[in-house]
């Protein structure tokens, strides 16, 4: 008799779990809500299967602001965040140049080595390509493509270190 009411007891609490922990949610376009009368009007579709993180925001408007005398806006960092001291940031600065710089370096060497390899869009064949020669147009679209890539890379490399600040003291 106990084992019986002990196990209805402990069905009971299972079955009330769900609806104290999230109340029905339902999806809006891009917007959540769990007001079932606001879901009817405006035909959303109830969420299943997961869970919604609600993030608060800083409520609902935005300050733009702009430094009064130039004219200019100056990024900000997110609030809370240490101040770094200008020293501090130019030496960071440098380091994220002459890593970028040696990155760039290695990457024209790559680039002039693929060049040379892809010898103007006619490579040396290797091995079976001489009797295979879908096998050697494989290789050479390869080569084309990796080599595009690579030049893709250079030019990233070249604007990330255009868009730091060159290291002249205030």
Excluded at 55 to 77: D, F, H, M, P
Excluded at 134 to 149: G, P, S
């Amino acid at each position: 008799m106990k084992t019986a009411s002990l196990i209805f007891l402990a069905g009971s609490l299972l079955a009330a779990l769900p609806a104290s922990s999230q109340e029905r949610v339902w999806r809006c376009g891009n917007e959540y809500t769990n007001n079932a009368t606001i879901a009817q009007q405006k035909g959303c579709k109830v969420m299943e299967g997961g869970n919604v993180t609600v993030v608060q925001g800083g409520g609902g408007t935005t300050k733009s602001s702009s430094s009064g005398s130039s004219g200019t806006s100056a990024a900000r960092a997110p609030a809370g965040s240490p101040r770094v001291e200008g020293v501090d940031q130019r030496a960071r600065d440098g380091e994220a140049r002459s890593v970028l710089e040696s990155e760039l370096k290695r990457a024209e060497a790559r680039q002039a080595e693929l060049q040379k390899e892809y010898n103007n869009g006619e490579p040396e064949k290797q091995g079976s390509e001489g009797r295979n020669y879908q096998k050697y147009l494989d290789r050479v679209a390869e080569m084309k493509a990796e080599l595009a890539r690579n030049e893709s890379d250079i030019a990233g490399i070249r604007r990330e270190i255009g868009r730091l600040p060159t290291n002249k003291p205030q």
